[in-house]
């Protein structure tokens, strides 16, 4: 794996936090936020799998209706 650096602008207060809260679990602050970051991907990604899978369902639903409709049309 190619490792790339990434940077960003923090400020001091939430620089020291992250340090602080990164020793208390025995990780390096890059690593703690690394984690960080890999856990809000995955709950992103599994509110946007959560989002497709609802309006599928509402597709799948009106799909359904619609031969529910045809299935009174008189042809018995």
Do not use: C, P, W
């Amino acid at each position: 794996m190619h490792a790339t650096t990434l940077s960003f602008r923090a400020g001091n207060d939430f620089a020291d936090e992250v340090r602080t809260l990164a020793g208390l679990v025995g990780l390096k602050s890059s690593d703690y936020i690394r984690q960080a970051v890999l856990e809000k991907n995955e709950q992103v990604m599994a509110q946007h799998i959560a989002a497709l899978s609802k309006e599928l369902s509402a597709e799948h639903l009106a799909f359904n209706e619609s031969l529910d409709e045809s299935l009174q049309d008189g042809l018995d």
